[in-house]
């Protein structure tokens, strides 16, 4: 399915998926090892900090993150693209969930200003186990952020970079585009 998607495409035009996360300094996981008849300890501090990061997975299987500051809107999802476009310098076929702020006038606007390096599709409605860049959350929360807590937002950022600059994701978009 994937295959024939592609052929529609420019071949100058990367493909691309993108959605945003949010990470925690408490990890979020109830469930843990431990040795039989023993209760395990969760260290947590009950904060509710938190972390947004735009993150965008290519069909060369490349992970690209970026913080979003405080709130996840319009602003910092177009400051991601544009840092997007010139990490890879390469026009840009972008495949988006149907989040209000991928959707509104301002989106919108800058999409249609943007046309010559930028295509835009978004996925169908309530379809996120779609979504390749979904797997990357997944994985980063169970290898990483849900089996210990941090001290603080930069020991998080930290912990993440690190994280996503060593880690390979390996999953095929053409698994997920099915529809």
Not at 98 to 111: G, P, V
Not at 137 to 146: A, D, G, I, M, V
Not at 163 to 177: A, D, G, R
């Amino acid at each position: 399915m994937l295959k024939s998607k592609k052929r529609l495409l420019n071949p100058d035009y990367l493909f691309v998926t993108q959605d945003e996360s949010s990470f925690y300094l408490d990890s979020n996981r109830s469930k843990c090892w431990a040795k039989k008849g023993s209760k395990p300890i969760k260290f947590i501090s009950g904060s509710k900090t938190k972390i947004n990061i735009g993150g965008f997975y290519t069909e060369n299987r490349d992970f690209y993150w970026y913080d979003l500051g405080i709130k996840k809107n319009t602003d910092s999802f177009l400051k991601s693209l544009i840092k997007l476009k010139k990490d890879i310098g390469r026009k840009i076929f972008l495949l988006l969930d149907r989040a209000t702020w991928h959707k509104s006038k301002k989106a919108r606007e800058f999409f249609q200003n943007n046309k010559y390096w930028l295509q835009i599709l978004l996925f169908p409605p309530a379809t996120p186990d779609r979504n390749p860049t979904e797997y990357c959350w997944k994985t980063t929360r169970e290898e990483l952020t849900s089996i210990k807590s941090f001290k603080n937002l930069k020991v998080l950022k930290e912990e993440l970079d690190e994280f996503w600059e060593k880690h390979v994701f390996t999953h095929k978009m053409s698994h997920y585009l099915k529809w």
